[in-house]
């Protein structure tokens, strides 16, 4: 159980395009979806939690305009990045979490931006 | 943002050695995970600690909530090549009032054959 799926797995595109990245809940409901960034050799760091039906909170520094965050359904919550740069290009990860104690995560997503 | 202090960084040991890490913290957790992540791949889940003084198992790994809830350690028993790869602690701040968590910094693990 807790399995969480992530799609695509990696994405190239070009710089000023916008990249839409989905993460699935596949056998529970989650109430809350976190959004991570990773940068090489680096720990996650957290972008913006998201819950269910309401506005995402984003982290200090995270630009809510660039990263777009949309919870529609218990299953399901999308990161779009818009206009992307090559400074955007990094690993995201998203989690999700139905009870305030765990947090399982999708195995990440590949962005490149040329 | 803020991390969690995560020691040893790094670490070369010989197969069937053991390993212990650990996380610590200035601020008090509620909850503890611990997860083992592969490069080009999301963390998962090895063990989860809710209580002070909470001792869990997951076959070669055992992890322990510390009894002033602002540390946690993480020990492998006879480690094998498999066991490579980096270690992320991730702790809930009481009293943060939100589900999110506070990642460390890692302990990257390498064993030599």
């Known amino acids: 159980g807790a399995v969480v799926s992530q799609h695509p797995s990696r994405v190239i595109c070009k710089s000023g395009t916008s990249v839409k990245i989905e993460c699935r809940s596949l056998?529970?409901?989650?109430?809350?979806m976190f959004w991570y960034r990773q940068f090489p050799k680096q720990s996650l760091m957290l972008m913006a939690t998201s819950n269910e039906g309401s506005k995402a909170t984003y982290e200090q520094g995270v630009e809510k305009d660039k990263f777009l965050i949309n919870h529609a359904s218990l299953t399901l919550s999308t990161l779009t990045v818009t206009s992307a740069h090559p400074e955007d290009s990094s690993f995201y990860i998203c989690s999700a979490s139905w009870v305030q104690e765990t947090q399982y995560f999708g195995p990440g997503t590949r962005l490149l931006v040329l | 943002g803020q991390q969690l202090n995560q020691s040893p960084q790094s670490m070369f040991i010989q197969e069937g050695e053991d390993v212990s890490m650990n996380c610590t913290s200035s601020s008090i957790f509620n909850t503890w995970l611990w997860y083992k992540q592969d490069p080009g791949e999301g963390p998962v889940l090895l063990i989860a600690l809710y209580k002070a003084g909470e001792l869990t198992s997951n076959g070669r790994l055992t992890a322990q909530f510390g009894i002033t809830r602002k540390d946690s350690f993480l020990n492998i028993s006879a480690s094998i090549p498999s066991d490579v790869g980096i270690y992320f602690c991730a702790g809930q701040r009481e009293g943060s009032g939100t589900y999110k968590y506070i990642f460390g910094t890692g302990t990257r693990l390498k064993v030599l054959a």
């Open positions: 056998d529970f409901q989650a109430t809350t």
